[in-house]
């Protein structure tokens, strides 16, 4: 079974940076696309990353040009630089992996118990 753990987050004033972590462990045979999710708090859960096995990259509009997200594929990790806080991007955040089961020959997702960033204006 694989798991996901966080790391990174706090608390940051407007204009600072911070970066997230999230490592994969367990018996991973093969990860696909690796991302980065946020709930703000009364909000819905909403996408702010995502990287393909190959490194493409996707971003929401309100983090595009101020968020980079990166992977490590040997060690099984994803990464999210955040640059430029503002306030709205206080939430908790958590990482998101596709995960082949190799029983079913399926992909799963696995989800990170998540990581408050808290932005202070």
């Known amino acids: 079974q694989v798991q996901a753990v966080e790391s990174g987050g706090g608390l940051v004033q407007a204009g600072g940076s911070l970066r997230l972590s999230c490592a994969a462990s367990?018996?991973?045979?093969?990860?696909?696309?690796m991302g980065w999710y946020r709930q703000a708090p009364g909000k819905q859960l909403e996408l702010v990353a995502q990287?393909?096995?190959?490194?493409?990259?996707n971003y929401a509009d309100a983090v595009q040009d101020r968020f980079t997200i990166s992977r490590d594929n040997v060690a099984n990790k994803v990464f999210l630089q955040m640059n430029s806080l503002k306030a709205e991007d206080t939430g908790v955040y958590y990482c998101?992996?596709?995960?082949?089961?190799?029983?079913?020959?399926?992909?799963?997702?696995?989800w990170g118990q998540g990581t408050l960033v808290t932005v202070s204006s």
């Open positions: 998101h992996m596709d995960s082949l089961d190799r029983g079913t020959y399926k992909y799963l997702e696995v």
């Open positions: 367990g018996t991973i045979f093969s990860i696909s696309a």
């Open positions: 990287i393909s096995e190959s490194g493409s990259t």
